[in-house]
């Protein structure tokens, strides 16, 4: 590695960049720890606690907004993609509800953004010049046109790399307007102003992301904000977060009704019996008979299973029979011919 930053210095040749040799570095730097993290993971599951769950529904901030000027660095919990390869496969058949952490997750980090911007906004309030409400409603106008063209040329940016010509064009002809509409509200704005506090760079908070704009912005610094990766980081949080409050609501609404109809069968089923006892209690006679019937019903069960369970027995019982039925015809012969004998 020596060696490559030292023919960098030296103006050779050479086709590894210093970022790329930085990154390498990092790297580098990182390799010693992989094998215990591999290990790690390979040992839990999705559905471990200490795997990120906005990651496993691709929305966690730290992969949305890496690489930007609010990167946030390593999340502090497991990002693995084939954890969420399984979560998809299984989240088909059962559903683990981790829409409420995810939502929880982006709540928490939407709203220390909100804090941020708050504390800006009164920052800028404290450190720009005091102007009446009228030149502030101008001025607020010029930073909405100014939004307006950013939007609009970040789209027609994003049609140009489709390879979308003719809609491209219609979205620049929005522009021009736009562009017209932005000079009328300057020249409004610079005849409510004096000269000297004109030119003073007036900056507001993107609502969005909590970053400065200027009031005199050109269009590619407004179209690199718009359409920066930070802005629309944000925007994909944001909408993700309405997105998990809905499903969150839906079910949970859901589980409501299902628990609210599994309690209905429980009551009904209560008051049946409850029905069944009283109905009982008024005929005891007939219960008392049921109960007689039922216990005379299992005696000759009991009756039968004993003889199924000892066919030794049942044969001795049938060779008795037989003896004892032969002896009986023996002894009524004998009897008879004796009889017979005391007449003669």
Request: glycine fraction near 10%; proline fraction near 0%; aromatic fraction near 10%.
């Given at each position: 590695m020596p060696g490559i930053l030292h023919k960098w210095k030296q103006g050779t040749a050479f086709n590894v960049s210093m970022p790329a040799y930085f990154s390498l570095q990092g790297s580098v730097r990182k390799a010693p720890h992989s094998p215990s993290r591999d290990t790690t993971r390979q040992r839990i599951k999705f559905s471990d606690d200490r795997v990120c769950k906005s990651h496993l529904l691709n929305c966690c901030p730290h992969d949305v907004l890496s690489g930007?000027?609010?990167d946030l660095g390593e999340c502090l919990k497991v990002h693995d993609l084939a954890l969420r390869a399984d979560y998809e496969i299984a989240s088909k058949e059962?559903?683990?509800?981790?829409?409420?952490d995810a939502m929880d997750h982006l709540q928490s980090f939407i709203a220390d953004c909100d804090r941020r911007t708050e504390v800006a906004k009164k920052r800028l309030a404290e450190t720009q010049e005091e102007i009446s409400a009228e030149v502030a409603a101008k001025a607020e106008?010029?930073?909405e046109l100014n939004e307006e063209i950013g939007k609009l040329l970040a789209k027609v940016e994003q049609l140009g790399a489709e390879?979308?010509?003719e809609e491209s064009q219609k979205v620049m002809d929005e522009v021009e307007k736009a562009r017209a509409k932005k000079r009328e509200a300057e020249e409004v704005y610079r005849n409510s102003m004096p000269a000297s506090s004109f030119q003073q760079q007036k900056l507001r908070v993107c609502e969005v992301c909590s970053a400065y704009l200027g009031l005199h912005d050109n269009d590619r610094r407004l179209?690199?904000?718009?359409?920066?990766?930070?802005?629309l980081g944000f925007i994909e949080i944001r909408e993700k977060l309405e997105e998990l409050k809905r499903v969150v609501a839906e079910k949970q609404e859901k589980r409501n009704q299902e628990r609210l109809k599994r309690r209905e069968e429980r009551e009904r089923e209560e008051r049946e019996k409850l029905r069944r006892s009283r109905s009982h209690s008024k005929n005891p006679k007939r219960s008392s008979k049921e109960r007689f019937?039922?216990?005379?019903?299992a005696s000759r069960d009991r009756d039968r299973n004993s003889r199924d369970r000892s066919p030794?027995?049942?044969?001795?019982?049938?060779?008795?029979r037989s003896y004892e039925s032969a002896n009986g015809r023996s002894e009524d012969r004998r009897s008879s011919e004796e009889r017979e004998a005391g007449e003669i």
């Open positions: 930007t000027r609010m059962q559903d683990f509800f981790f829409e409420l106008r010029v930073h390879g979308n010509v179209a690199d904000h718009f359409g920066g990766k930070l802005h019937r039922d216990q005379d019903l030794g027995d049942r044969d001795r019982k049938d060779k008795k």
